[in-house]
């Protein structure tokens, strides 16, 4: 795949990518792209302005699913705090796209391992039947919130409902918050949501948890309501309350709910990358540089690692092209002194450096 960009100089706005001599080109001459990225979220986005800044011809292929795109903001992203995802993506691919990396919306459905050693290079298929060789694959195509079972919470997940006090808690600070139990951590978030307002109602949603630490929630405050919760009561798209199965209906203007986190790992995993799975949910394996158990395959951000925030991924993105341009340049060189060693020389010369003339 060919760069749009014909005339490359050395400004970035101008398109700077492969300035560099592209040492290994000629052990993979077939090959599209040096690395390809599955997914073009946070972590994505940052792998691939690091390895174009390499000098790596680079292309990200995304679906366009983020798991932030039903909030209206991102915060806590240092200097971007308070702006619309769709945003921070459009900024973050016009940076990418300016060093000559390409971006292209799209479905990888198979990655195959097509090399001759192991790790070599692949071969990506799209849903479109478009096909694509690489040197690396890198995934980064996060994960997926399954919510509870309960009317409304789908509704209105990411604009009354959250899950991150980090990430929404200031926003609601202060007003009627309620937490619904839903999992293993949901005592721990009624204990954290209480920081952000002293008008806390955990929702037991007949879960026995709480009974363990009951003493330290009604210690700060927060009234305990037992039975199991029914629907969220909405009005004109807002939250207004909570609604039991005996049809009690507790006021609230937020809610937080813990959800169970599902890492988008199925590309992975038929690839046969080992996962791991707790309570609160599945991620890929990987070492602190993001390399999976398959060879010449990285995973990144929430795919990998399920508490990660919107920055946290770029970075784990940052690292692991690190890793990555790093395992290319070690291929490269091996690759040249086997070259070398097979080639033979010519009239060698013998030079004694500081001998007098």
């Known amino acids: 795949m060919a760069s749009s960009a014909a005339q490359r100089t050395n400004e970035p706005g101008n398109g700077l990518r492969n300035d560099f001599d592209m040492a290994g080109r000629e052990n993979n001459p077939g090959t599209d792209c040096d690395v390809a990225i599955v997914g073009g979220g946070a972590a994505g986005l940052g792998a691939a302005l690091t390895l174009a800044r390499a000098g790596r011809r680079v292309v990200v292929i995304d679906a366009g699913k983020p798991r ?37 919306e799209g479905e990888v459905v198979e990655v195959v391992a097509a090399g001759k050693r192991e790790g070599e290079w692949f071969v990506l298929a799209l849903a479109d039947g478009t096909r694509l060789t690489a040197r690396r694959v890198m995934v980064t195509t996060g994960l997926r919130d399954e ?143 993001g390399s999976t158990t398959v060879p010449g395959v990285w995973a990144a951000g929430n795919v990998a690692d399920l508490g990660l925030q919107v920055i946290n991924a770029a ?23 086997v070259a070398a060693a097979s080639t033979p020389t010519r009239n060698p010369t013998a030079v004694t450096i500081g001998a007098a003339g």
């Open 147 to 289: 919510l509870p079972e309960i009317e409304g919470i789908a509704e209105l997940w990411g604009k009354d409902v959250h899950h991150c006090p980090y990430c929404h808690g200031y926003e609601v600070r202060n007003q009627s918050l309620g937490v619904i139990a839903s999992g293993p951590m949901s005592v721990h978030l009624g204990l954290l949501i209480r920081h952000w307002s002293e008008n806390l109602v955990y929702f037991a949603n007949e879960t026995k948890q709480v009974d363990a630490d009951r003493e330290k929630m009604e210690a700060r405050g927060t009234r305990i309501v037992l039975g199991k919760v029914r629907r969220l009561v909405i009005a004109d798209n807002r939250l207004t309350g909570v609604e039991l199965e005996d049809g009690t209906v507790v006021a609230r203007t937020a809610l937080f709910v813990g959800p169970r986190f599902v890492a988008e790992d199925s590309l992975l995993a038929r690839m046969g990358a080992e996962t791991q799975t707790s309570e609160l949910g599945t991620w890929v394996l990987t070492d602190r540089m």
């Open 315 to 337: 970075g784990a993105g940052v690292m692991a092209a690190a890793a990555i341009n790093g395992n290319l340049i070690e291929e490269d060189t091996r690759d040249a002194v």
């Open 68 to 104: 932030n795109r039903f909030a209206s903001h991102v915060q806590g992203y240092l200097t971007r705090d308070g702006m619309p995802p769709s945003e921070l993506l459009a900024i973050g691919r016009q940076e990418v796209e300016r060093y000559g990396a390409i971006i292209r």
